[in-house]
């Protein structure tokens, strides 16, 4: 087990608020980052054009902080909102939060003492998922396990979304690793394609198991809303992840395929009872897409339920569809 002292508090860690309409929770999103027990921060709050009042609360918020200031600017999307926080951030270290989210008090007291003790570039931390009532409905019990990787191991770890997630949200950056890259802005689930190039520049990634990131399940977001068209962002990021691995880093390409499947497969199912013309144009593509994907990384190591669903994928989508109903999926 690796052990980590106290480290240097003079560094200055840049914390990156993107608002986008969620007045009701900026405030305890603010809170928890003001109140860190580390307090060399700079507070950067985006506001992405909101129309719900969270505009004029990010100035008030900035008005009770001297750390915190606001960016207003057009709505372009999360990716757009990220972007221009990071290229107005001064601080040696960078974090994201998500305005509906919040984190622990002592977060950045230990994310930095991981960086500053192991000498690597991104510190990645544990989640918690906690909904609407206050009940925790993720948390990992092996809160004791803590990981030191290099580009490839991360890299490979990182389609599945467990240890090494696909969030921005839940990591500290070395500043370094972020300026100069752009996120997409035109794809929603713009951290799936981001976060690789990020560890890519990165020579070690240290994890730990605490989670002192608290990801809010509320209705309406992303991840709970009812399926739309845009919900073929997913693919579309997973995609651009697949092509970056192909080019750039082969060796850990498999990784990526297996994900990828993953989620064509989950996308297909879900779309199919939408009526939106593009979605359903947007279907049949997919439909096309997985067969050949499923055909060319045939001999990948998909796991034994895995290697069903793309099978019976292959003889049915009907039978496909049938089965994950029957399944309650």
């Not at 902080?65 to 990220?82: E, L």
């Not at 991981?114 to 009532?133: F, H, M, R, S, W």
């Not at 979605?279 to 998909?302: Q, V």
């Amino acid at each position: 087990m690796l052990s980590w002292n106290k480290m240097n508090e003079d560094a200055l860690i840049s914390v990156i608020i993107p608002v986008y309409n969620v007045r009701p929770y900026l405030e305890r999103c603010f809170q928890s980052v003001t109140n860190q027990s580390y307090h060399n921060l700079e507070i950067i709050l985006v506001d992405d054009g909101s129309t719900d009042g969270s505009s004029e609360l990010c100035d008030e918020l900035a008005a009770r902080d001297h750390r915190a200031r606001v960016i207003h600017k057009q709505n372009g999307g999360s990716g757009s909102a990220k972007n221009a926080g990071i290229n107005e951030a001064a601080g040696e270290y960078i974090s994201l939060v998500d305005s509906d989210d919040w984190i622990t008090a002592d977060m950045y007291y230990y994310m930095l003492q991981i960086l500053q003790k192991t000498g690597a570039q991104i510190a990645v931390c544990g989640i918690q998922k906690v909904n609407e009532y206050e009940e925790i409905s993720y948390y990992n019990d092996d809160l004791e396990e803590r990981v030191i990787l290099n580009t490839e191991q991360a890299l490979y770890e990182l389609p599945r979304n467990e240890k090494i997630t696909n969030s921005m949200c839940n990591k500290l950056f070395q500043a370094n690793i972020l300026k100069g890259l752009k996120m997409n802005e035109t794809v929603s689930y713009d951290d799936v394609s981001f976060v690789p190039q990020c560890i890519a520049r990165a020579r070690t990634i240290a994890y730990t198991a605490e989670p002192y990131y608290c990801y809010f399940e509320r209705k309406g977001s992303i991840s709970k809303s009812a399926f739309t068209v845009k919900e073929f962002d997913r693919v579309t990021a997973d995609r651009m992840r697949l092509e970056f691995y192909h080019k750039e880093f082969p060796q850990c390409e498999e990784s990526a395929a297996i994900a990828f499947v993953g989620t064509c497969l989950k996308v297909y199912y879900e779309s199919r009872q939408s009526v939106e013309p593009e979605a359903r144009k947007n279907r049949s593509l997919l439909r096309r897409e997985l067969r050949e994907t499923i055909n060319k990384y045939k001999g990948l190591p998909f796991t034994r339920k895995q290697k069903a669903k793309a099978r019976l994928f292959l003889m049915s989508p009907w039978l496909f569809e049938i089965s994950m109903k029957l399944r309650g999926k």
